[in-house]
């Protein structure tokens, strides 16, 4: 507590800590004031005063007392955003009272510690966020991005993705966004699949086609896990977008059904075919194999290709291949094996690209079975492995 007659020698003393300790104590009064109204008029206008003191201290200190307020005089506050920068950037960085249209005019034209400032709210709306963005400022942009549960429109996410995309960081914090488009992140995929494609140490480590199948499959996946884990109308949007650009091929429909992607594969057939997606469904879980062949022909799939398809969508059904590898595993062997029997060993050109993607499939698969079972057999038995003795080996003669 503090007399009103000590409080009025502060504010008028020479010394600039004096005055600067009485206003901070009449931004602390005002602001848990609750007493009668004139008393609380006399601590609006001692604010008001402090404004226009020749010390940056005092009113420094005076900010300082007022900054984390939303009940803080609006006045007072728009006056400390117009003082010095230093106690501008302060207010803007913090006080809640400031709304869009204090800080829209400022963010359009001022200095790169002053957007900085803006960035650093708790809080931002999209309108903001997006005027710092568009400041082309990279630094700026990235902060934005980064900005924990931070909400951006679409069209700005995909202006970012398709403009700025090839900057690796840019590209990293766009996909992180739970909010990004899904026509943004298949852009973004495809571009970091050719930023691995080009990586030296990666080009260096596998074989150029080896290299190229995992890419591809990479490439796969994700497009169909983000058509399958989208919401049921960005779903339809997605695919109708690949459809439209002429991106929809046999080999996305094989993965889609193939990782157990099934929300995907039935969006996907229903855009093809014009029937409704619960319908589709539908005959994928219980249709026939007659009624499940006359969808494919209403998709316009070649007949070869439409009866590999029906039978991946009968075997997909008594096994998980979401989750389980080894049920993928079996149920690529299983068709790959019907079909070399089949046509007798002699693919048709129809299916050879369907049938490499079957063996790519199988030899990724079972590299991926294969990996710790001999060292996990190993560690669980304790039996001798009988290893057959070495073949002699052949002398040369002397050159």
Excluded: W
């Excluded at 206008?45 to 020749?54: E, G, Q, T, V």
């Excluded at 007022?66 to 501008?88: G, M």
């Excluded at 803007?92 to 400031?98: G, K």
């Excluded at 002053?114 to 709306?125: E, P």
């Amino acid at each position: 507590m503090i007399e009103y007659s000590a409080f009025s020698k502060l504010s008028q003393s020479s010394d600039s800590d004096a005055r600067g300790h009485a206003a901070h104590l009449a931004a602390l009064a005002y602001l848990q004031h609750k007493g009668p109204a004139d008393e609380q008029a006399a601590l609006y206008a001692a604010l008001i005063s402090f404004l226009d003191d020749p010390s940056i201290k005092v009113r420094a200190a005076l900010a300082y007392g007022l900054l984390h307020s939303a009940e803080a005089p609006r006045p007072v506050i728009l006056s400390l955003l117009r003082d010095s920068p230093i106690i501008a950037r302060a207010v803007l960085q913090y006080s809640p009272v400031l709304v869009d249209a204090d800080m829209v005019p400022l963010a359009r034209n001022a200095d790169s510690a002053t957007l900085i400032a803006i960035a650093q709210r708790a809080s931002l709306s999209p309108r903001l966020a997006e005027i710092l963005i568009g400041r082309g400022d990279r630094s700026l942009t990235l902060r934005v991005l980064q900005r924990p549960g931070q909400v951006l429109g679409e069209q700005i996410l995909l202006q970012l993705a398709q403009e700025q995309g090839e900057d690796a960081q840019i590209r990293g914090a766009l996909l992180a966004l739970d909010t990004l488009p899904d026509r943004a992140r298949l852009h973004l995929v495809s571009l970091a699949t050719e930023a691995l494609r080009l990586c030296r140490l990666v080009k260096g480590a596998l074989a150029p086609d080896r290299l190229e199948r995992l890419l591809r499959d990479g490439k796969d996946s994700a497009l169909a896990t983000i058509g399958e884990t989208a919401s049921d109308a960005q779903r339809d949007k997605f695919v109708e977008d690949l459809v439209g650009s002429d991106r929809m091929n046999m080999r996305i429909l094989l993965h889609s059904i193939a990782t157990g992607r099934v929300m995907f594969f039935s969006a996907c057939l229903a855009n093809l075919s014009g029937s409704s997606r619960d319908k589709v469904l539908g005959l994928l879980e219980h249709g026939s194999r007659a009624a499940i062949g006359a969808l494919m022909v209403r998709c316009r799939i070649e007949p070869a290709l439409g009866r590999l398809l029906v039978r991946m969508v009968l075997h997909a059904r008594s096994a998980d291949l979401l989750d389980d590898l080894a049920a993928r595993h079996y149920v690529v062997t299983a068709l790959t094996e019907e079909l070399l029997a089949e046509y007798d060993g002699d693919i048709p050109a129809e299916l050879e690209e369907a049938f490499a993607y079957l063996g790519e499939q199988n030899v990724r698969l079972a590299r991926k079975a294969a990996r710790g079972v001999l060292s996990a057999f190993a560690a669980s038995s304790t039996a001798s492995l009988a290893l057959p003795s070495p073949a002699p080996q052949l002398e040369l003669p002397a050159a």
